[in-house]
């Protein structure tokens, strides 16, 4: 191991510390700062990469999720989330400040529905609202859509419900339940000023156009220097010494089963490309992103039990893994 991998603990525990100690891109070091300013450094880097969509590099389109019903020719528009000022008071607005804590603190909320450690938000970062992370500002007027995987059309709800049971291994919420309800207002909230059918800008994950062949070998590599001192050099994830969430597991029992998006090469590629590392994204290349995802998603996770109902009538993508 180099002076410029990551250690997932010290003889004091896990520690970290930013550097460039390659003198070209910023590496995550476990170094000298204890694991109580972990918690106050996730923080930072989540706020330094809230400062606006990341470039698109010439080989990346901001194409993404499947919406053949969306009008091209309007173009999408500036992703952009509502000032907070405009939660009205009252029960809408109750349910929207409800809708927004169930979402970033999934597991801990809705336990009866969720089956590993992970936040609606381990993935739509910055509450739904950062392009290029599958973000929810825009999401209420584009649904209902068709989608090939369940070969149906999808209400916004059921598929809400998809990433209950796929990326959170979990169990659906009732469509009439409140807690659907206050999901749902708090993304009608966050639409509120995109017009009904058009896309934003950067919405789903920021596909890399041209899949390059990875190598899961360097992926380790990649994972070790540029991942582990997060996400643990077992892909578990850590928690905080009072065990509340603090970075998330990327496999293992506690992460997104088989049949989520996440566990799809194209996918998972295109969201570490634009998001991860953490505070540092686009630092990786696109072989880089690719190399690092192909490790990632093929550490043991939990099975998806109804795999053979995907896909009915065709369009299985060539990354499906099942
Ligand atoms: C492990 C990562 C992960 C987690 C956790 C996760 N999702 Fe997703 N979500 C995805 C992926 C991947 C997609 C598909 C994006 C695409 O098609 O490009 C998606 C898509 C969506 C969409 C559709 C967005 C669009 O533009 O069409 C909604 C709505 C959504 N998720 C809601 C949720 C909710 C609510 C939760 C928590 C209960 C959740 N997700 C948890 C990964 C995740
Ligand atoms: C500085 C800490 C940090 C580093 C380094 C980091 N991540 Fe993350 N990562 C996070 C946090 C925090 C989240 C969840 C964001 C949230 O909850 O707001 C996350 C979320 C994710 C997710 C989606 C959630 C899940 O558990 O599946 C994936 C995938 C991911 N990271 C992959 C990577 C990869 C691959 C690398 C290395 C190239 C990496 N991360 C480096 C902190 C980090």
Redesign the pocket.
Known sequence: MTASS?RASGPDGPR?VLSRADGVRPV?LLASIPLSA?VG??IT??VSSASGPPAASPTSSLAASPAAHVDAASGPVPLRAPDRASIPEGPLGEAIRRGEQLV?HTAEELPDHVGND??C???H??GGTAAGAGPWVGVVGVFPEFRARNGRVNTLDRRINDCFER?MNGRSLDPESADMGAIVAYMTWLSRDVPTGREVEGRGFRRIAHPPTPDRAHGRE??VA??????GEDGA?RRTPEGA??????WGPR??NLGAG?ARLDT?AA??RA??????HDT?SEQ??YD??D??IHGDRPDWERAAEDWPSGGRPPDARY
């Open positions: 990551a970290i995550v972990l450094a996730a880097l989540a970033t992970l936040h938000t381990s993935c970062l910055q990326s990649v994972y540029q991942c582990a001192a997060c996400h994830g969430y603090l970075f998330p597991a990327l992460s997104f996440m998972a969201f570490v998001n991860m590392p953490l505070g540092q990786l880089e992103a690092v995802a490790y990632f």
